[in-house]
């Protein structure tokens, strides 16, 4: 398959699965103007973060069939306000922001964590750091 610009993309997808970073310039990546170019009754999958995605045509969307189906694990708000128009649509599937909470993924979290404390109490450099530059300023 050849590599295609994402306006292309999006015309020739009767499934598309976002897995983007949120940056300034991928906010709202996914809006009306994209959600068009999807094929009629395309189905929508964004697991990646809540604002790459144009929330506000999706309602209609959805009730015209246009868009087929969407498959949410993330949010533009989290949680959804209860009055949340999707909430009962029969064609939205919502998780809690949890889909990669495997028991897999669990239990090499909790290895991770239980190396990395061990690390610490020896005083041995961290090999997962969520701030590196901390770590480099506690060196003596």
């Known amino acids: 398959m050849e590599p295609v610009e994402l306006d292309e993309l999006l015309r020739r997808s009767s499934v598309e699965s976002l897995h983007a970073r949120l940056t300034p310039e991928t906010h709202h990546l ?3 103007t994209k959600l068009g170019l999807l094929p009629e009754g395309a189905v929508l999958v964004n697991s990646a973060r809540g604002g790459l995605l144009d929330y ?3 309602p209609e969307l959805l009730r015209s069939g246009r868009l087929g189906a ?3 694990d993330v949010h533009d708000i989290e949680p959804p306000p ?6 009962d649509a029969p064609n939205v599937v919502t998780a809690p922001h949890l889909a990669g909470a495997t028991r897999q ?7 991770i964590t239980a190396a990395e ?7 041995e450099k961290l090999a997962h750091p969520a701030n590196p530059e901390v770590q480099e300023a506690a060196r003596p």
């Open 82 to 87: 209860a009055d949340w128009p999707l909430h």
């Open 117 to 123: 404390a061990g690390r610490f109490v020896r005083g």
């Open 30 to 32: 996914i809006d009306a």
């Open 70 to 72: 969407l498959a949410l």
């Open 56 to 58: 506000a045509p999706l």
């Open 105 to 111: 993924t669990a239990h090499r979290a909790a290895a």
